[in-house]
Each structure stands twice: as structure tokens, then as C-alpha cells.
């Protein structure tokens, strides 16, 4: 774990609650059950330095109190796309995550101050020295030239030119510092002396922090120390170190812990979900079937007694017609005889 990357706190406001939330930093690898994963090498050259919600190499890496992390224009976005849930009982805005969806409150200054995630920008870092890049000497910038650098120098985070880094070798103070030529880091030789080299001075006085505040949970320098952190308990950073890596390793292996009944759980629910969907087919097929039945048993019965009732009207239909023919001939006999008695009486 490098030194300056604990100086990070952000807090998780919860309803009326703060949780703090740490940002360490890791050595050189991903480290699962006890054994390295990836190297310093493969993880710059990762999707680890890519950013989740823009897919581009982060920019400004800020990290979130659950741990994600995103460019600080995409965390702004994120505030204004996403929908904000207000807490209307203590006004907290918040934001959702767009990786693990839990709601974040937003801090009162805006999206973009939740801090910067100090071990991606100090891979970030070495990611862009392993790449081509135009480089002005710092020195020369000095004297208002502008030379190409070639060289870094570990010790003073200073890009050189060839005749400067010979010139800095050359001097009592800086002649035992690592310089470096680029095109040695782009070949990815130098990557862990760039990582142990890397420090980041405290932000208002430009100076190591080397001690770390109990109280405030934060590192700090010698005049923090003697200033606003004057009142407070405070220890030396290499004391802290191994107190806060126990307890991070203690957060690893409980979190390791449960990765394997998550994925066991998933994989039972990726089973079930299997098994109604087989459910679910059968289910629709035996009632297409028992559907089908029922229409067919339906459809003959209709059958049969529409022809029934065919046949059984026929029949009627036909006996009306022979009655009807009967009467018809029984009243024009009749009609006849009248006719016949009529005449009878008058003329016979």
C-alpha cells in the first residue's frame, strides 16, 4: 500500500447518520484469496483506468462513498440525468449510482467535489508516461525555452531534457535521483519504481504528509499538525499503516467472504429462472393443448347439433308442407261444392 493515499475521507450522509468512507491504495496488483491476480503492468493497460459511464480513460477520477468511481464531468451528469431523491426531512439531494443503484447524497458544494480517487490518479499517471506524449522540459520552461523532454526524475516529479538530467545528475543535491529516460517507462520498465515514488504533498502547504490525525481520520503534514490539527491526537504515518491495514483486510476477506454465496445465490436464481421459463413453456403448451380440446370437442359438438337441428326442422318443414298441401286441396273441395250446391238450388 503507498503512503499518500489515505488522506482521502468522504462520508456517506444517511438520513441523520455520517458513515466515513477511506480510500486506500493497493500495491501493485489486484489481490483475491491471498493471491495476485494482475500485475501493476496488466492493470494499467486494464479497463480498470477506464471510466464505467463514459468508457473513456478517466479524467479527473472522483470517488463516490461506495466506492465507484467515475470522471468528474460524468459524476455530473450522473446528478443531472439520473432522478434526484429528495429527503424532504433533512433537504439532502442525492444522486444514484449508476453501477451498484445505491442513492448518494450530494455534497452542499455540488456533484463535482466529491474527492479525487488518489490511487487512479497515480495510475493514471504512469499510464500516461508508458504513452507517447509531447513533453516540455520543466527547467528549460524556466528560462522561457521550450525543449522536448526525454528524462524523469522520480525523486522531483520533473520532466528534463537530455543536457538538464545530465546537468542534474551533476549536482550534490539530486545527483543520487532517479532520472529515467521515457522511452525505458513506455517499455514498461520502470513501472513500480514510478509507483513507490509516487507522493501527494498536502494541498495547502505543498508539504509530506506524514502523520495521520485520529481524530479527523485524515493524513497530514507537520504544519497541519501544529495548526488546525493542533488539539488533536495524531501518529506518525508508518504507525497508522498497519492498524488501517488490518482493518482493510479484515473489510477484504469479510467481503471475499460473501462473494461466493453471491454468486451462489445468483447461480440458484439463474437455475430458477431457468426452470420457469421451462415452467412457464410447458404451462403455456399444455394449455394450448387443453384449449385445442376444447375447441375441437366445441366445434363437433356444434356440429352434431346443428345437424340435428337441420335434420329435425327438415322433417317439420316437410310435414307443415303436406298438411298445408292437404288443407289447400280439402277447401278447393269444399269450395267446390259449395259452388255446386249454389247452382243447384237456383237452377236445378
Keep these: 500500500m503507498y503512503k499518500y493515499e489515505i488522506r482521502h475521507k468522504s462520508y456517506i450522509k444517511d438520513e441523520n447518520r455520517f458513515q ?6 493497493m500495491t501493485t496488483a489486484t489481490i483475491m484469496n491471498g493471491k495476485v491476480e494482475i500485475t501493476l503492468a496488466e492493470l494499467i493497460e486494464s479497463k480498470f483506468l477506464r471510466c464505467s459511464k463514459c468508457n473513456q480513460i478517466y479524467q479527473d477520477p472522483r470517488i463516490l462513498p461506495c466506492l ?23 433537504s439532502i439531494d442525492r444522486l444514484q449510482c449508476p453501477i451498484c443503484q445505491s442513492f448518494i447524497g450530494i455534497p ?9 480517487n488518489p490511487f487512479l490518479s497515480n495510475l493514471l499517471n504512469i499510464h500516461e508516461y508508458k504513452h507517447p506524449k509531447e513533453r516540455k522540459c520543466d527547467y528549460c ?18 520532466d528534463m531534457c ?20 521515457f522511452k525505458q517507462i513506455q517499455n514498461g520498465l520502470y513501472d513500480h519504481d514510478m509507483r513507490s515514488h509516487q507522493a501527494r504533498p498536502c494541498t495547502k502547504h505543498d508539504d509530506q504528509l506524514d502523520f495521520f490525525c485520529e481524530i479527523c481520520e485524515i493524513l497530514i503534514c507537520p504544519q497541519c ?3 488546525e490539527h493542533d488539539s488533536h491526537k495524531s501518529i506518525k504515518f508508518d504507525d497508522a ?3 488501517y491495514k488490518r482493518h482493510i483486510n479484515g473489510l477484504l476477506e469479510g467481503i471475499q467472504g460473501r462473494i461466493p454465496s453471491i454468486a451462489d445465490y445468483v447461480k440458484y436464481l439463474k437455475s430458477y429462472e431457468n426452470s420457469l421459463k421451462e415452467s412457464k413453456q410447458k404451462l403455456t403448451e399444455n394449455l394450448e393443448a387443453q384449449s385445442n380440446t376444447l375447441h375441437q370437442i366445441i366445434d363437433n359438438y356444434k356440429s352434431e347439433m346443428l345437424a340435428n337441428i337441420s335434420q329435425k326442422c327438415e322433417a317439420e318443414l316437410a310435414d307443415l308442407e303436406t298438411k298445408s298441401n292437404n288443407l289447400e ?3 278447393k273441395s269444399l269450395q267446390d261444392n259449395a259452388t255446386y250446391l249454389q247452382y243447384l238450388l237456383h237452377h236445378g
Excluded at 466515513?20 to 491504495?25: A, D, N, P, S
Design 20 to 25: 466515513k468512507t477511506f480510500i486506500w491504495g
Design 68 to 90: 465507484h468511481t467515475f470522471c468528474k464531468n460524468c459524476i455530473e451528469e450522473i446528478s443531472h440525468d439520473a432522478p434526484v431523491t429528495t429527503n424532504q426531512e433533512n
Design 108 to 116: 452542499g458544494e455540488g456533484a463535482t467535489t466529491f474527492p479525487e
Design 141 to 158: 520552461s524556466f528560462d522561457g525555452k521550450k525543449t522536448s523532454a526525454e528524462y524523469l526524475c522520480l525523486d522531483c516529479n520533473d
Design 162 to 181: 537530455s543536457n538538464c538530467s545530465d546537468a542534474h545528475r551533476r549536482t550534490k543535491i539530486t545527483r543520487n535521483h532517479s532520472v529515467i529516460p
Design 225 to 227: 499538525k501544529n495548526e
Design 241 to 243: 499503516l498497519p492498524r
Design 329 to 331: 286441396i280439402a277447401g
